[in-house]
């Protein structure tokens, strides 16, 4: 899909999982063997996963050309990129970015940054991946720039409460929130997020390194 609107120079802007279907609503139920806290009567664990992979996108009301105009604020904001809350402008890897927020989604079940608060939203993001490049945070536009103090992101200093702060201790570094939840592929996983969420939007993989990428042609062939 990023592929195909990226070559056409469209940019979604709205990516989120409640804009990605599955094609078709038949489901499989599998035995699952995790312990459960109230288990059917039956002694029986199941899980349903759906009979086909295939996927569609929807919700283009917001998609634009990349020549034209940009809005200042676009994509929902969980999986909004830090260019886009620092005013930096953005193009195709905000799109990029928003598909990173959403695999970790996809992985955990929980939203990867569950925050309405544009300081916290950055204070999380550094909680998860690193310290923001200062070369970035020098560059925020005038609706930003108080996010910023002596170089650095104003964090705790500049947080609303006590509870937005310990929202954002709360957090695991990327690393540890995927081994969490995937057994295996866990390494290819790491290192294709770390790509897709690369703050450096001049860094970060476009949608045809993505696909790529190890952990899709590595599983590839262990399938076929």
Not at 60 to 72: A, I, K, L, V
Request: aromatic fraction near 8%.
């Amino acid at each position: 899909m990023g592929v195909v609107m990226h070559d056409l120079r469209l940019i979604h802007t709205d990516l989120k999982p409640e804009n990605i279907l599955l094609v078709s609503p038949e489901y499989i139920k599998v035995p699952d063997y995790k312990v459960s806290i109230s288990p059917p009567k039956d002694g029986s664990f199941f899980r349903l996963l759906p009979k086909s992979s295939a996927i569609k996108v929807i919700d283009f009301g917001s998609t634009t050309y990349d020549h034209q105009d940009h809005r200042y604020v676009v994509s929902t904001r969980h999986y909004r990129a830090p260019e886009v809350i620092l005013g930096l402008g953005w193009s195709y890897p905000c799109d990029i970015w928003s598909i990173g927020c959403i695999i970790v989604e996809l992985c955990s079940g929980e939203t990867l940054f569950q925050t309405h608060e544009n300081l916290e939203h950055l204070a999380m993001m550094e909680r998860v991946l690193g310290p923001l490049p200062q070369h970035m945070l020098r560059r925020a536009d005038r609706h930003a720039e108080k996010f910023v103090r002596r170089g650095r992101l104003n964090w705790p200093e500049g947080a609303t409460s006590r509870e937005s702060i310990q929202a954002v201790w709360r957090l695991s570094r990327l690393q540890n929130l995927v081994m969490k939840h995937v057994d295996h592929s866990a390494g290819d996983l790491i290192d294709l997020l770390q790509g897709l969420l690369r703050y450096n939007p001049e860094e970060r993989l476009t949608a045809r390194e993505a696909l790529r990428h190890p952990f899709f042609t590595r599983t590839c062939l262990l399938r076929s």
